[in-house]
């Protein structure tokens, strides 16, 4: 099973950009789809974006869909969330996370494997 590491956070202004890493150790990460969530100050984790394990399809959250765009390097084992025109309410903890099998794609249950998140903060 990989295990996960997200790097990147970090304070930026409305209007700004910044991009996410999320690090995976072991051989078979390209068989693994890979999705961002965040979760914000008192409210539950929401999905914001997935990949599929060889970056065929992606799937975006209406409120980042335009904004953000998730990539993924299988040769460096990592996974790649840019994000621009960025807005305070998308200040949250960010996490990737990984899922061998098919499944919920906009859900926590449909993964197994968790990073520790990383912290983003815009201001306004």
């Known amino acids: 099973q990989v295990q996960l590491v997200e790097s990147g956070g970090g304070l930026v202004q409305a209007g700004g950009s910044l991009r996410l890493s999320c690090a995976a150790s072991g051989r078979t990460f390209s068989n693994y789809r890979v999705a961002w969530f965040r979760q914000a100050p008192g409210k539950e984790r929401a999905f914001v974006a997935q990949i599929s394990g060889h970056a065929i399809s992606t799937i975006y959250a209406d409120s980042v869909k335009g904004r953000f765009t998730m990539s993924r390097d299988n040769s460096e084992n990592t996974v790649y969330l840019q994000m621009n025109t960025l807005k305070p309410e998308d200040t949250a903890v960010y996490y990737c996370?990984?899922?061998?099998?098919?499944?919920?794609?906009?859900?926590?249950?449909?993964?197994?494997?968790w990073g520790q998140g990383t912290q983003v903060t815009v201001s306004s």
């Open positions: 996370a990984a899922a061998l099998r098919a499944g919920l794609v906009r859900s926590e249950m449909g993964y197994d494997v």
